[in-house]
């Protein structure tokens, strides 16, 4: 995956082209960004290249003490086949001599109107999101309380039935059919729409549903990060389900374990209520609220408390 520095211009709000602007095609391979201030003082062994170089107030602070000439040998040598792009923060004016060795070598250089951590925040989250490993899943994303639930199970099985039912009782709709995944902080899963899929939902016998127009724009959101995933699958009379809620199941993503619950369909079962309240379940869960283990602790208790009775009357 890469990006381009138009792409990058476009993605990342108040970037601006001061050079450069022949060589917009040039692309972004590695999400980390660099503030290159060793390598002001001549040190280049470990320079990262291939990065986004970032200057900053102390990196301009710091060439404007320095002769025309060490600039122009500084900058030359930070100018190199790799290096996709300068941005100089706070608006502040770039050296005449990275203008000069940028352009000599065909990199953009762009002047962004941010702090320099604001900017390095927003670069980050913006290159993460779009650098990294991606993959589709058939199924149904959507945000129940804040809790991103990813609905999957057979085709047919009443997946986006549920979803327009979850819509009509309040929660978002991020995705239908199918959901593009990819990892964040290495922990994190996001799911997202497919741009031709967006804000719709496909009802068999009724066609395409755009849920803006019927719902409003309340009733989506662009992306979320999938805490919870909901497996519907038909009911086997003879599979013995889970009673207690103590049987969690994981779906594994990029290496990322998600919590996973296997719902049975069968006639007459509101999948919309029983997700909605997995959902929340879930949510108190992660909050420290365990309702299978107050259960299981009160029949300990009361085990206990037979116990001592049954003890007395012998």
Known sequence: ?????????????????????????????????SRPSIEMTGYFNFYPA????????????????????????IMKKMCTEETPCFIITRNLTPPEELIEAATHRGIPVLVANKAT?????????FLESNLADRCSQHGVLID???????????????????????VKRGHRLVADDRVDLFVLD??????????????????????????VN?????????????????????W?????????????????????????????VRVGRNLAIIIELAAMNRRAKDMGHDSTQTFEDNLARLIQQNTLTDSKEK
Not at 54 to 73: L, N, V
Not at 117 to 125: A, D, E, K, P
Not at 251 to 258: A, G, H, R, S, T
Request: without cysteine; proline residues 2%; charged residues 30%.
């Open 117 to 125: 951590t604001r900017l390095v925040s927003n670069l980050t989250n």
């Open 214 to 234: 019927l719902f409003g724009v309340g009733a989506v959101r662009a992306s979320k990060t999938v805490n919870l995933v909901i497996n519907l699958e038909h």
């Open 1 to 33: 995956m890469t990006v381009t520095i138009r792409e990058l211009v476009d993605g990342v709000s108040g970037l601006k082209v001061v050079a450069g602007d022949d060589f917009m095609d040039r692309r972004i391979s590695v999400a980390d960004v």
């Open 144 to 166: 129940i309380y804040g809790m991103g639930v990813l609905i999957i199970g057979d085709s047919g099985i009443g997946k986006s039935e549920t979803a327009l039912e979850l």
């Open 236 to 264: 086997d009379k003879n599979r013995e389900y889970d009673r207690l809620g103590n049987n969690t199941e994981s779906f594994k993503i990029f290496n990322v374990d998600l919590p996973k619950i296997s719902i049975p």
């Open 186 to 211: 290495d922990s994190r899963i996001i799911g997202e729409p497919p741009e031709i899929l967006r804000n719709l939902i496909e009802i068999r016998g009724l066609g395409v549903i755009d849920v």
């Open 50 to 73: 291939d990065r986004v170089q970032i200057f900053g107030r102390t990196e301009i602070s710091f060439a404007e003490r320095m002769t025309s000439d060490e600039r122009k040998i």
